[in-house]
């Protein structure tokens, strides 16, 4: 297996690498139940919780600033490839649309066929974190999120929400869907937060 799908990561790629990681040829598609098919005509996406609640249409993400990303993509399943090249807006951006509660610590996201996984502000309203909605230069396709998924670079990909469809945002931690199975909440690749605790 090991060659022929993966393989060790050269010297000049190391430090890009997190440890325990090997890098993919292909783009693995990794997903728990059913892939959502979601067209943009019908695709929403809600914000509630401590922010004032507001729904947001297809057409209303395409008018936002768009934006190229190359980023490092890295699964907690100890597969990693460098460069992924996506299109897409900028969470930055984006919350600038959101009136926010002041004493909303945490995020929750949401996504169609009822997949969560949480995150603290500090880790979501970041630069370089975004909603991609395609993968190099073609439409998002539904095995790897489409029409829209969030991407957070700097931690395992678990926490890039396929299928993304809101935003619930809160005073406390909730821990989202593999968080409750033994994930461990945060994912700092470069920490192997793997599994448990934070």
Same mark, same amino acid.
């Given at each position: 297996?090991?060659?022929?799908?993966?393989?060790?990561?050269?010297?000049?790629?190391?430090?890009?690498?997190?440890?325990?990681?090997?890098?993919?040829?292909?783009?693995?598609?990794?997903?728990?139940?059913?892939?959502?098919?979601?067209?943009?005509?019908?695709?929403?996406?809600?914000?509630?919780?401590?922010?004032?609640?507001?729904?947001?249409?297809?057409?209303d993400?395409?008018?936002? +600033?768009?934006?190229?990303?190359? /980023?490092?993509?890295?699964?907690?399943?100890?597969?990693?490839? %460098? $460069?992924?090249?996506?299109? @897409?807006?900028?969470?930055?951006?984006?919350?600038?649309?959101v009136?926010?509660d002041?004493?909303a610590?945490?995020?929750?996201?949401?996504?169609?066929?009822?997949?969560?996984?949480?995150?603290?502000?500090?880790d979501?309203?970041?630069?370089?974190?975004?909603?991609?909605?395609?993968?190099f230069?073609?439409?998002?396709?539904?095995?790897?999120?489409g029409?829209?998924?969030?991407?957070? +670079?700097?931690?395992?990909?678990? /926490?890039?929400?396929?299928?993304i469809?809101?935003?619930?945002? %809160? $005073?406390?931690?909730?821990? @989202?869907?593999?968080?409750?199975?033994?994930y461990?909440?945060?994912?700092?690749?470069?920490?192997?937060?793997?599994?448990?605790?934070?």
């Amino acid at each position: 297996m090991l060659g022929k799908f993966f393989k060790k990561p050269e010297a000049a790629e190391s430090d890009r690498t997190p440890p325990g990681q090997y890098l993919t040829n292909g783009f693995p598609v990794l997903t728990y139940g059913d892939t959502p098919q979601i067209s943009t005509d019908n695709w929403q996406f809600r914000v509630w919780g401590l922010a004032k609640p507001k729904t947001f249409s297809w057409s209303d993400f395409m008018q936002m +600033p768009q934006h190229e990303f190359t /980023k490092d993509f890295h699964c907690v399943t100890r597969w990693s490839k %460098l $460069d992924v090249q996506w299109t @897409g807006i900028k969470v930055t951006d984006f919350m600038q649309l959101v009136e926010l509660d002041p004493k909303a610590t945490h995020v929750v996201q949401h996504c169609y066929g009822g997949y969560t996984t949480n995150l603290p502000l500090e880790d979501f309203v970041r630069e370089e974190n975004f909603f991609a909605h395609q993968l190099f230069g073609e439409l998002l396709p539904p095995d790897h999120g489409g029409p829209m998924r969030s991407v957070v +670079p700097h931690l395992y990909a678990w /926490k890039s929400a396929k299928w993304i469809n809101g935003l619930e945002f %809160l $005073d406390r931690d909730e821990p @989202g869907f593999w968080e409750r199975n033994g994930y461990h909440r945060r994912g700092d690749p470069w920490k192997e937060e793997r599994y448990g605790g934070y």
